[in-house]
């Protein structure tokens, strides 16, 4: 199998944190000037224009995280000039010079706050030596700010002042400073960092300018459409190539491997036009014939089948066991046992996959809207037989990532179409279906747990047999569960097992993956344990959490560094400032009248090394439609939000993004194989309206090292919504998504 279905998440996000940042001031081939433009590279992340501006580079993919912003920050500050002198720019994907460059996990600002820093501080130094050399004077008798780098004390007594841009070729010419040693600002002077800036793109996209990868255009470009074989694993027996060339406009007919199989078979057949009206509409000529036999055992209801008969076996594999928990079980004062499930579910993207490239010459080049430009890189290397520097990737800006960007099958299908017709660029653009029927889905899953109280109503035994979708005693990409999931470090008595269901569907990660299910699980069924012991989830929290302490991994199973570990006092910390927020005053809620009920519910997950905690109010009307009234959201992300204004909107997106996993009715269904949604019609995501009237974000500041934002927000409001509508209706969610009629009244 090739590589987007190998993918192994753990290993990456090791990877990112371990060797993500190269910081190659020499490297300036890879932040070239503009055309026309007459600047000075000072590194390859610093261009200085001759007015005194700076083009900063953003080496990371930007997906809407604000990546493209922040990072040109963090850099800024530490330069020690003004915003309004720069203007960002996204940079080259070139991991030789750049580290990891990955939109995914949260992990841009822990693998970047530290470096960045240094990148402009060193800088900074730089041009301070170069008016010291210049002037012949002490460097401690310069400073800097706005882009200059004046004379404030020492001895001659004349003093100077000149800007960066007047310096920058001799600023350019010094090595730079040991990165490790190099000065950096006290926080208590940031002038950039922790002050709200609007994104840089966003004056474009409000003015609907391109920036997007399906906006991208090229001289002699050539579109592409795609037909794939609707099921997953499935192979392409036949297909009428003449009748589409004979029809106005065509270019080419190009069978395609995508990926999904052994190297061979071909999955898909590309139709490239001079329009990509021509090339799609030409789809209904191709009359493709698919061998799908093998992949019609698979569907959603066999799935639950086998699921079920696991369920009352054996499980297959342990992911964590301690002490006894079956002995503490049969001896706990009272027992609380629930089944819990959750779909497949799409990334859906708003803007669909597509790829720009032109192969000539032996190289190919890449106008891409990925997350992961180096395993793109990889996998069209092996696809292409090229080696991987005869591939060069542009990053454009992404219409939403999610996770489905971190699989690069689209890269790989238009770099065979581009080579099939090398010379002329190629755009490749998948329609909404293909897009919802070939994704790389959020897998599902099924939980049987236990939890055991004792008198006191302390919670002291955990059982969950968790079936998954894995092959060979492995769970599927996205799929697994590690030891660590709360509460199971807190308690002595656990056992987390687990079995697999086999799948012919790909599975990938999708924002706050693992973890949107699992809290959804988790803290659910926390709540009905919380009723049984007399109390509601945020006491029970408190009382499992205990004292404030750092819960070591130790040797836990799958314990390998890419997993942080976790803080119960950080934890406790934002579900105390949560609950002050929102008033809380225990679980509430109920019959308001003329059928409505309202309920208020609590959630709290710890993930990409966020600490979340959640209120929500909701109403349920008569017919069981869920409407979320107000969401307070608390969070500690460590020492500094960089970007506040930012940091606000990811948190509130993440929000009204998990609103969606419960509330829209998001599910994949498999029927003989293949995805059975087409479009948003069946397959809908949140609107404008269902957005809550208000979501309240505040943060718990500790000090502890700067994380990121992009998922940690999401996974608690998904069942402080579940809990909100137990407390209204007297119904617990155990299923996913929720359904209006089963709400009914």
């Known amino acids: ?46 261009r200085v224009l001759p007015d005194n501006s700076f083009v900063i580079g953003s080496k990371n993919p930007e997906i809407g995280q604000g990546v ?76 800097t700010g706005g882009g200059r780098v004046s004379q404030t004390s020492g001895s001659p007594t004349a003093k100077h002042s000149v800007t960066y841009a007047e310096l920058a070729a001799e600023a350019a010419k010094i090595a730079a400073p040991d990165l490790k040693t190099v000065p950096l600002k006290d926080p208590a002077t940031f002038k950039i960092i922790g002050k709200s ?70 999955d898909a057949v590309a139709i490239v036009a001079e329009s990509w009206w021509v090339a799609n509409q030409a789809r209904s000529a191709l009359k493709p014939v698919w061998n799908t036999e093998a992949q019609k055992r698979f569907s959603s209801a066999a799935f639950k089948a086998s699921a079920e008969a696991k369920m009352a076996a054996a499980p297959e594999g342990s992911i964590h066991k301690a002490g006894d928990a079956a002995k503490a079980l049969a001896s706990a004062a009272k027992t609380v046992a629930a089944r819990y499930d959750y779909p497949y579910i799409a990334h859906a993207t708003l803007e669909p996959q597509n790829c720009t490239a032109q192969f000539k010459d032996g190289k190919i080049e890449f106008w891409a809207p990925t997350q992961l430009p180096a395993d793109g890189r990889k996998m069209v290397s092996e696809a292409l037989g090229i080696a991987p520097d005869a591939t060069t990737i542009h990053m454009t800006r992404i219409g939403g990532g999610f996770g489905r960007r971190l699989m690069n099958d689209y890269m790989v299908q238009v770099a065979q179409i581009a080579k099939a017709l090398p010379g002329r660029p190629i755009k490749l653009i998948w329609t909404r279906t293909d897009d919802l029927r070939h ?66 569907v790909p599975t990938g990660y999708l924002r706050a993956p693992s973890s949107n299910a ?135 997106g993440s929000v009204i993004d998990g609103l969606g996993q419960i509330l829209s009715g998001q599910k994949i269904e498999i029927r003989d194989g293949a995805a059975n949604r087409t479009n948003f019609h069946d397959y809908p995501l949140p609107r404008i309206g269902d957005a809550p009237a208000d979501v309240v974000v505040e943060w718990v500041v500790s000090d502890n090292d700067t994380t990121g934002l992009g998922e940690p927000a999401l996974p608690p409001v998904i069942p402080a919504i579940a809990n909100a509508i137990f407390a209204a209706t007297g119904k617990r969610i155990r299923s996913l998504p929720v359904v209006p009629a089963e709400l009914a009244v």
């Open 68 to 143: 493209k912003t922040m990072l040109p920050m963090i850099i800024a500050e530490e330069l020690d000039v003004d915003w309004t002198q720069v203007t960002a720019e996204t940079t080259i994907a070139d991991e030789k010079t750049y580290g990891m460059q990955v939109a995914g996990g949260s992990f841009t600002t822990p693998m970047n706050y530290m470096p960045m820093r240094q990148i402009g501080a060193a800088a900074r130094q730089m041009f301070i030596k170069a008016a010291a050399a210049r002037w012949g004077v002490p460097e401690d008798s310069l400073t």
């Open 439 to 504: 994704d790389f889905f959020r897998p599902g899953g099924w939980h049987d747990l236990k939890a055991g109280l004792d008198g006191e109503g302390r919670l002291v035994a955990l059982a969950d047999h968790f079936i998954t979708y894995g092959k060979d005693g492995k769970p599927g990409t996205g799929a697994a569960m590690t030891a660590t999931e709360f509460p199971a470090p807190m308690l002595t008595d656990v056992d987390l097992s687990v079995s697999y269901v086999e799948s012919n």
């Open 197 to 266: 800036k609007i994104g840089v793109d966003t004056p474009a996209i409000v003015a609907g300018k391109p920036l997007f990868g399906i906006d991208v255009k090229k001289p002699g470009m050539l579109h592409a459409a795609i037909e794939a074989c609707p099921a997953y694993g499935g192979t392409l027996t036949s297909f009428d190539a003449d009748a589409v060339k004979a029809l106005p406009g065509i270019v080419a007919v190009v069978p395609l491997n995508s990926g999904y199989n052994p190297k061979g078979p071909h």
């Open 518 to 652: 699992l809290a959804f699980v988790f803290q659910s069924f926390l709540d009905e344990v919380a009723l049984a012991a007399g109390t509601d989830l945020p006491e029970l929290m408190r009382r499992t959490l205990g004292e404030a302490r750092v819960m070591k991994h130790g040797n836990r199973p799958g314990m390998d560094g890419s997993v942080p570990e976790f803080n119960t006092g950080r934890a406790r910390a934002v579900i105390d400032k949560v609950c002050q927020m929102a008033g809380w005053t225990g679980r509430s809620g109920g019959d308001a009248g003329n059928g409505v009920r309202k309920g208020r519910g609590f959630g709290f997950y710890y993930s990409h090394r966020g600490y979340f905690a959640e209120v929500v109010d909701v109403t349920v009307a008569k017919n069981g439609k869920v409407s979320v009234d107000k969401v307070w959201v608390a969070g500690d992300v460590g020492r500094q939000i960089i970007n506040p204004i930012n940091a606000l909107h990811q948190a509130q």
């Open 1 to 46: 199998m090739n590589a987007p279905l190998n993918m192994n998440r753990r290993a990456l996000l090791k990877a990112t944190l371990v060797g993500g940042a190269v910081l190659a001031f020499d490297a300036r081939f890879a932040f070239a000037q503009a055309p026309g433009e007459k600047a000075v590279i000072i590194n390859a992340y610093i």
